[in-house]
């Protein structure tokens, strides 16, 4: 750096904010680059946006008309420390005019380029927007050095969506965020409900707020100057939440309004009645009966508009293996505790398991996506799953020849390239066979699993930032793995810390059941869901990895218990009275003007939220 101070923002050339700058995080752009980030383009410059309104519809890139009769005027003050915007809409008709959309785009760099470049210069985006109490904020995903804010000053935001969220961006690309003072005019229920701005002629309506960077996370919240306060934001049915200090309790997904802040809050069934409800329901209603055996046994997703079961149709993640591991997982969980009726889980499970054994292993022992999905393409995140499983069937059932298929899985897994992976709960599930095999006379192969295993975490641990790119370049669900398996181990290793940090920096503080402490994810409404839509998924149940994460640490915190059993809870809210269930929650208002804001009505694999708070906190 030279002795004169970068300024703390730079403009395009048509006066629209290009990149924010701090001496500290000199490779941190925060906002998308044109260039660099090929989909980006003028058309989504900071500061552009949209207007619907009863008299027509239109678009602006700064300061003019946008309708025959509504007008946006921008002001920006940029200082050495901040950037102030003014966005004023004003009513130049003779007669009055319904606002029901406006949309800002503020294209914050959320990218996965790759592990390295991700961690070095993107940021997570961690978006609120409850009303006059509205904010966001750009985090590296580093975790470290200062923060970039956007505090509302005057006026409200009460939804944001996404656009450039297609095929072609796919899944490491988050898209350009649209920030919303409402959204009514393309989905009026979104976010517990969108405003109409009614302009009389002549008047105007104003947004205004600033940017500016803040040491940490804390600081930034504390400007951001909270009208309330809750002490939690998901609880058992019968318990209380304090707002303001006051005991507030309910049933089910509960709506806090009051005037100046909105959001959302939770009360949840007792977890072994979601449990029990969840099994009774995917006993009923998602085994494939029209099958001959042993394939009656599978276990599918289901289509809860339709009542139907799902087929693959030719769609590995909708297939009858992979995670839909999770639904015997969670049968054997239930059945391990006591829960649900014996006989008829010991049935199901023992007919699963021979379906699994003829259907989903082949010969060598590799595991399959699922019945009928090619076999050439081998996904190694399918072996610790279905060793797991196995070796919870021998917890059960003491058959010597499921430990011996168990071992065997995570050996062949190995074989195949496992320690170049952060496969998720592999960690969990050679330690589990490992323990198993320790009670037999010979305890050579456990201590030779425990060895890979520790070389695994060892290999990790020396990457640093160069992490291997999965099924996305960059993830959540790639670094809570990261964590599990050095705090299983490599607990002594400084690189612990290190992904911890890079772990929680995936979830925001944002005050709404559906986003606090919950990692970002935006792809798995379009792989898993029967909407395929891409775009914000919030809660989705991988998010219980960074829990499972948080619990492992051998130096966690009470803040980290806190927030690991907040992450469990909340994703209940996936899981209906009646035991169905859906897949994720897609929390845009909009996905490239498509509405969202919704849950995909396809129950698919979601069970391994419940799977893994189970098998945290017994």
């Given amino acids: 750096?030279?002795?004169?101070?970068?300024?703390?923002?730079?403009?395009?050339?048509?006066?629209?904010?290009a990149r924010f700058h701090h001496p500290a995080l000199p490779e941190h752009p925060f906002v998308l680059q044109e260039g660099r980030d090929r989909w980006h383009t003028a058309e989504h410059r900071w500061g552009s946006g949209f207007a619907i309104t009863s008299a027509g519809s239109g678009r602006w890139r700064g300061s003019g008309a946008v309708t025959s009769s509504l007008r946006v005027d921008v002001d920006r003050?940029?200082?050495?420390?901040?950037?102030?915007?003014?966005?004023?809409?004003?009513?130049?008709?003779?007669?009055?005019?319904?606002?029901?959309?406006?949309?800002?785009?503020?294209?914050?760099?959320?990218?996965?380029?790759?592990?390295?470049?991700a961690l070095t210069s993107a940021c997570h985006a961690h978006v609120w927007t409850g009303g006059e109490w509205a904010w966001v904020l750009a985090q590296p995903m580093s975790g470290e050095g200062p923060v970039l804010g956007l505090v509302v000053r005057t006026g409200a935001l009460c939804a944001y969506s996404v656009e450039s969220r297609n095929h072609l961006t796919f899944s490491n690309i988050r898209g350009h965020l649209v920030l919303h003072p409402t959204d009514h005019g393309r989905h009026p229920g979104a976010f517990g409900g969108q405003p109409v701005i009614p302009l009389a002629a002549g008047q105007s309506h104003e947004l205004s707020w600033d940017v500016r960077f803040y040491d940490d996370v804390p600081a930034f919240l504390a400007a951001t100057d909270a009208p309330i306060t809750l002490d939690r934001l998901a609880a058992e049915q019968g318990t209380t939440i304090l707002l303001d200090g006051e005991p507030l309790a309910g049933r089910g997904v509960t709506e806090v309004n009051t005037g100046t802040a909105r959001t959302t809050v939770l009360f949840h069934r007792p977890r072994r009645e979601i449990v029990e409800q969840?099994?009774?329901?995917?006993?009923?209603?998602?085994?494939?009966?029209?099958?001959p055996a042993?394939?009656?046994?599978?276990?599918?997703?289901?289509?809860?508009?339709?009542?139907?079961?799902?087929?693959?149709?030719?769609?590995?993640?909708?297939?009858?293996?992979?995670?839909?591991?999770?639904?015997?997982?969670?049968?054997?969980?239930?059945?391990l505790r006591g829960w649900g009726d014996a006989d008829t889980l010991d049935a199901?499970?023992?007919?699963?398991?021979?379906?699994?054994?003829?259907?989903?292993?082949?010969?060598?022992?590799?595991?399959?996506?699922?019945?009928?999905?090619?076999?050439?393409?081998?996904?190694?995140?399918?072996?610790?799953?279905?060793?797991?499983?196995?070796?919870?069937?021998?917890?059960?059932?003491?058959?010597?020849?499921?430990?011996?298929?168990?071992?065997?899985?995570?050996?062949?897994?190995?074989?195949?390239?496992?320690?170049?992976?952060?496969?998720?709960?592999?960690?969990?599930?050679?330690?589990q066979v490992a323990d198993l095999l320790d009670r037999l006379p010979d305890r050579?192969?456990?201590?030779?699993?425990?060895?890979?295993?520790?070389?695994?975490?060892?290999?990790?641990?020396?990457?640093?930032?160069?992490?291997?790119?999965?099924?996305?370049?960059?993830?959540?669900?790639?670094?809570?793995?990261l964590v599990s398996l050095l705090a299983l181990a490599a607990p002594e290793s400084p690189a612990l810390p290190t992904a911890l940090r890079w772990l929680r920096a995936f979830g925001g503080p944002q005050p709404h059941v559906r986003l606090h402490d919950i990692g970002i994810r935006h792809w798995d409404?379009?792989?898993?869901?029967?909407?395929?839509?891409?775009?914000?998924?919030?809660?989705?149940?991988?998010s219980v990895l960074s829990a499972v994460a948080l619990l492992q640490n051998p130096h966690r915190t009470p803040a980290d218990e806190q927030a690991?059993?907040?992450?469990?809870?909340?994703?209940?809210?996936?899981?209906?009275?009646?035991?169905?269930?859906?897949?994720?929650?897609?929390?845009?208002?909009?996905?490239?003007?498509?509405?969202?804001?919704?849950?995909?009505?396809?129950?698919n694999d979601q069970d391994w939220a419940l799977v893994l708070w189970l098998r945290s906190v017994p």
């Fill in 444 to 481: 050579t192969r456990a201590q030779a699993l425990r060895e890979k295993l520790r070389r695994h975490a060892l290999n990790f641990a020396g990457l640093g930032t160069d992490l291997p790119a999965h099924e996305v370049n960059y993830e959540q669900s790639m670094v809570a793995p």
């Fill in 348 to 431: 199901a499970l023992h007919g699963w398991a021979a379906y699994a054994r003829a259907r989903l292993i082949t010969a060598d022992h590799d595991v399959l996506w699922g019945s009928d999905t090619p076999q050439e393409k081998i996904r190694l995140y399918n072996f610790p799953w279905m060793a797991r499983f196995f070796a919870d069937q021998y917890v059960l059932y003491r058959q010597p020849e499921d430990l011996e298929l168990a071992a065997t899985l995570i050996e062949r897994v190995y074989h195949l390239g496992a320690d170049q992976h952060l496969l998720i709960g592999h960690p969990e599930a050679v330690l």
């Fill in 294 to 335: 042993p394939d009656c046994h599978a276990l599918v997703p289901f289509d809860n508009d339709t009542g139907l079961t799902q087929t693959t149709s030719a769609w590995a993640d909708w297939s009858d293996g992979a995670e839909r591991l999770a639904m015997p997982s969670l049968l054997q969980q239930a059945r």
């Fill in 1 to 17: 750096m030279s002795d004169t101070a970068a300024p703390f923002v730079t403009f395009t050339d048509d006066g629209h904010p």
């Fill in 525 to 542: 409404g379009y792989w898993f869901g029967r909407n395929r839509q891409w775009g914000d998924t919030f809660p989705h149940y991988w």
């Fill in 278 to 291: 969840r099994v009774a329901f995917v006993l009923e209603h998602q085994r494939a009966r029209e099958r």
């Fill in 564 to 603: 690991a059993d907040g992450i469990f809870r909340a994703n209940t809210i996936d899981f209906a009275d009646d035991g169905s269930a859906s897949c994720g929650f897609v929390m845009p208002s909009c996905v490239d003007g498509r509405p969202a804001h919704t849950a995909d009505p396809l129950a």
């Fill in 77 to 117: 003050v940029a200082t050495t420390e901040s950037l102030t915007e003014t966005y004023r809409w004003t009513n130049t008709g003779a007669v009055s005019l319904d606002v029901t959309t406006l949309g800002i785009v503020v294209p914050l760099r959320d990218v996965y380029e790759s592990a390295t470049a």
